[in-house]
């Protein structure tokens, strides 16, 4: 056998070493990468959770009611608060058309400026 063969062989046999180091130092390494995706995926699944459960309770309308009436100091509406629109001119008046189109076109509430 030749020296020249040899010496091949041989930086063949380093190439193959050198590559399968690099392989399993990549798959190590993907798979670290992979275990830490999938803790981060563990992680937002059990704060869905959690949201989901909050959503839950803050979306019942006791609960609703009860924050409204405690924190913002809110009282249940009396029926004599709502109003139809159609009965509006009834309860405030007729309003005149001037007054409204000036309104409608971002003028006065009817104050003169002389």
């Given amino acids: ?3 020249r063969a040899f010496m091949v062989g ?8 050198f590559s399968l180091y690099r392989a399993k130092y990549g798959a190590a ?27 839950s309770t803050l979306s019942r309308e006791d609960w609703v009611e009860d924050y409204a009436r405690n924190e913002l100091g809110m009282v249940t509406p009396r029926a004599e608060q709502f109003v139809r629109a ?3 001119p009834h309860i405030f008046g007729a309003v005149d058309d001037a007054r409204e189109i000036s309104l409608a076109e971002g003028g006065s509430q009817g104050v003169r400026h002389d």
């Fill in 29 to 55: 390494d993907s798979a670290e990468r992979i275990a830490g995706i999938e803790a981060e995926i563990e992680r937002a699944i059990d704060e869905r959770q959690i949201l989901l459960g909050e959503l």
């Fill in 10 to 17: 041989l930086g063949v046999i380093a190439l193959l070493i």
């Fill in 86 to 88: 159609e009965d509006l």
């Fill in 1 to 3: 056998m030749s020296r």
